[in-house]
């Protein structure tokens, strides 16, 4: 904030103010807020409203408690937002929000009233954290645009990255203790090391929080006396390694966060929250799996039914299977008088359509003609016949995911 923005927002609060008593709205809209903000254990009495800010530094509301209406409509965070163990008595807005950085409505104690509405709000990086949240059915999540899933090259990259730190640490310290290199010499590779590992902080958040140890230390150590640079490197040395023993993966956070939500969304009856809740811990699930048959199938599934929420991409691989065969067996058929178009797709479509006979209406004749084509268009027949009952399953399972059907 500018000094006469801080002065204005300083008159909302004058001396001796008691939050408590009827006080009217609180209104601290349309501004910037450029260095870290907290307002930990704050008790807001009355409405109060962030909307269109900007949050320039990590934002932090843990334990406060909003007796009235919060609004923060159309602001943006730019780094981690923290509504941990927050107490909102009455609805709070976060509408149009954008979060890029991770934000947290954590809470120890299972809160059986939280209501909040998350329309059209924009995750850049990482999904919220609801853990011992009990949603309202007022909670609105329609429009929400989710973070990107991680993908496991993304992770074999960053411990890819953290061993290359690691080692240039140790290169460092070993180079000073020997004062074989002069502090100099040294600098500009601790400069790459925390560069590398400061854009592994923005795409992993606090799932690798171990890391912001590890960036603090080396940021020490090149502001430091040069009696004491060892010291910060070693402790940056031991946080790397122990990273790198318990790796902890962004994608299990994703996961943990999508199968709560999950939950919440049955239990307040919102069913396109669940599907994409679903389709969002089993494509991070498919990124997890290690490279095998069982990571494939995994794809394969993603690929062609969007894990089970998609209807028009199996029924449009089905029509594509039986456009192409459709096609091959027409073309010979050109050439057979006893063959019509009517015959070719009575015999396609009963293929691949088990509970329709596809020579229930074809002559004698007509069918001895077709017994004799060639090898390859009853090759493609059976491929179809294998194919399209898993695909026609495949809509079945996202119909019935699409509308709640028990089976």
């Known amino acids: 904030m500018s000094g006469d923005e801080l002065e204005h927002a300083k008159n909302l ?72 163990y927050v107490q909102f008595h009455a609805v709070a807005e976060f509408k149009r929000v954008t979060f890029c950085g991770e934000v947290t409505f954590y809470c120890q104690q299972t809160d059986d009233n939280f209501a909040a509405t998350f329309s059209n709000v924009i995750l850049k990086t990482m999904p919220p ?11 609105d999540f329609h429009g929400v645009t989710w973070p990107e899933i991680p993908k496991q090259d993304d992770a074999i990259q960053t411990h890819n990255t953290i061993e290359t730190a ?24 601790l400069r790459q090391t925390l560069k590398s590992l400061e854009e592994i902080l923005i795409i992993c958040g606090s799932a690798l929080q171990p ?52 939950t919440q969304a ?37 690929w062609i039914c969007d ?4 209807i028009g991409r199996p029924a449009f691989a089905l029509l594509c299977i039986w456009g192409f065969t459709f096609a091959a067996w027409r073309g010979w058929a050109a ?23 596809g020579h229930a209406y074809v002559e004698e004749h007509t069918l001895k003609a077709l017994r004799a084509a060639p090898h390859v268009l009853h090759f493609l027949s059976a491929m179809a016949a294998i194919l399209s009952p898993f695909l026609l399953f495949l809509m079945a399972l996202a119909l019935r995911l699409k509308f709640r059907m028990s089976v």
């Open 13 to 84: 609060f004058p001396n001796g103010i008691d939050l408590r008593k009827g006080l009217p709205e609180i209104t601290i809209d349309n501004h910037i807020f450029s260095n870290e903000l907290s307002f930990n254990y704050a008790f807001f009495a009355n409405k109060i409203s962030f909307e269109n800010c900007r949050f320039e530094g990590s934002v932090e509301f843990r334990s406060a408690s909003f007796k009235r209406e919060a609004t923060f409509s159309d602001s943006i965070f730019f780094e981690n937002a923290n509504f941990g």
């Open 129 to 139: 954290v609801f853990h011992g949240r009990n949603c309202h059915p007022v909670c």
């Open 166 to 189: 690691l080692k240039n640490l140790k290169i460092s310290s070993e180079s000073l203790g020997e004062k074989s290199k002069t502090w100099e010499d040294v600098a500009e590779l």
């Open 211 to 262: 890391l912001e140890k590890v960036v603090k230390a080396i940021k020490d150590a090149l502001k430091a006396p040069d009696k004491v640079v060892l010291g910060h490197l070693e402790d940056a040395s031991k946080c790397l390694e122990d990273i790198l023993k318990n790796p902890l993966s962004v994608l299990f956070y994703h996961i943990n966060c999508y199968e709560y939500i999950r």
């Open 266 to 302: 049955e239990n307040i009856g919102q069913l396109e929250l669940r599907k994409e809740m679903i389709r969002r811990e089993l494509a991070c699930r498919a990124e997890l799996a290690e490279p095998s048959f069982e990571r494939l199938l995994r794809k394969a599934y993603g």
């Open 307 to 310: 894990h089970g929420t998609s």
């Open 335 to 357: 050439q057979e008088a006893a063959v019509t178009t009517w015959d070719v797709l009575y015999h396609t479509g009963g293929r691949m359509l088990p509970f329709v006979g």
